[in-house]
């Protein structure tokens, strides 16, 4: 708006002084872009990581997401550049990007890495009820107790949340770790002792 206020004050100047000349103001463009996301690096980390997010008409952004999960921690570094930390509750999926022009979402799937923070009870006989404490939790395909290999025995399980698996410990479990796989990404976690 400032460059048409320059331009309209030659427009009275010279309407004032008669000079005959017709003088015509250059519209302004402030309408925003839609954003795009062409790349992200890295493509698969652990929750609370950061992520660089590339692509154009990021200045106006007002919202982003990992798999429909808002991220609250965020620094737009340019209209190219986003930074990002990945949300608590994320899981597997497409980024997203809004401005007030509208939203992209990434052409690529970002990957969450779990991670078992803490499991309790450590030790007990098989058919015990254990509770997996950590994040990446929601895309949980398997876990196993003391062996990861395909031909142990899956333990049955229940996905409580993005930070939280109970399982229970299955006929064939030995001690040793406990583990867990989630979008084709398997996390070792504490050890289990069977009784």
């Not at 206020?5 to 250059?26: K, Q």
């Not at 997010?53 to 609250?72: E, H, R």
């Not at 930390?85 to 401005?99: I, M, R």
Request: aromatic residues 6%; charged residues 5%; proline residues 6%.
């Amino acid at each position: 708006m400032r460059q048409a206020h320059r331009m309209v004050w030659p427009c009275l100047i010279m309407g004032i002084l008669g000079s005959g000349l017709g003088c015509t103001v250059a519209p302004t463009n402030d309408t925003a872009s839609a954003p795009t996301i062409t790349s992200f690096i890295p493509a698969q980390t652990l929750v609370g990581n950061q992520v660089t997010i590339s692509g154009t008409s990021f200045s106006g952004a007002t919202a982003l997401t990992f798999n429909g999960v808002p991220v609250t921690v965020y620094s737009l570094d340019s209209a190219t550049q986003i930074t990002a930390t990945v949300p608590p509750a994320a899981s597997t999926g497409k980024l997203t990007v809004t401005n007030s022009a509208g939203t992209a979402t990434s052409s690529a799937t970002f990957s969450v890495i779990p991670a078992i923070t803490a499991i309790s009870p450590t030790m007990g006989p098989t058919g015990t009820t254990v509770t997996l404490t950590g994040s990446g939790f929601l895309g949980t395909t398997r876990v196993t107790f003391g062996a990861q290999s395909s031909s142990a025995y899956g333990a049955a399980f229940t996905v409580d949340g993005a930070n939280q698996v109970t399982a229970t410990v299955p006929a064939d479990a030995i001690t040793g770790a406990v583990y867990l796989s989630s979008s084709d990404i398997t996390c070792t976690g504490p050890v289990f002792t069977v009784r």
